[in-house]
């Protein structure tokens, strides 16, 4: 079985989400780190070595059993996710976010099933160039 998802809230705690919820099978952004201010023509290249911060994105489906009680639990996961600041998988070490968002629509009328998507923006990303367990930067 694979890994639940657990985030947290310091208004809240920990949570576990339901075992449904997995990573989003979507291509990492990629960024130039060349920037230039408007109306000047120098080009400033700010490439530090770090990879950009890829949103961490988990979607699945969430039953809650009947359409009312589905509504109500995900208007107060989607204030749990807004104020999330940790989230882990299974075990392994927690790791800090700088903000969320959750996004869901029901699978058709009168339904009890919502498809739902978290978006998770890191706080830090690793340096690749570390040892796997890596050194962090903050933003």
């Excluded at 700010?46 to 359409?67: H, K």
């Excluded at 996961?77 to 299974?90: A, I």
């Excluded at 392994?92 to 969320?100: F, S, Y």
Aim: aromatic content about 10%; some cysteine.
């Amino acid at each position: 079985m694979a890994d639940l998802y657990h985030l947290y809230n310091s208004a809240a705690g920990w949570r576990d989400l339901p075992p449904t919820m997995r990573p989003a099978g979507a291509s990492a952004p990629t960024s130039s780190n060349l920037v230039r201010a408007r109306g000047h023509t120098t080009v400033h290249n700010l490439a530090d070595g770090f990879p950009d911060p890829v949103a961490v994105q988990l979607t699945g489906l969430w039953d809650a059993g009947y359409e009312e009680l589905l509504s109500s639990e995900l208007d107060w996961w989607t204030w749990f996710v807004t104020g999330c600041t940790q989230y882990r998988r299974g075990d392994r070490p927690a790791d800090e976010v700088q903000g969320g968002s959750l996004i869901w629509a029901p699978v058709d009328d009168d339904s009890s099933v919502a498809t739902v998507t978290i978006t998770l923006i890191p706080a830090r990303v690793r340096n690749p160039a570390a040892a796997p367990s890596g050194a962090l930067k903050g933003f």
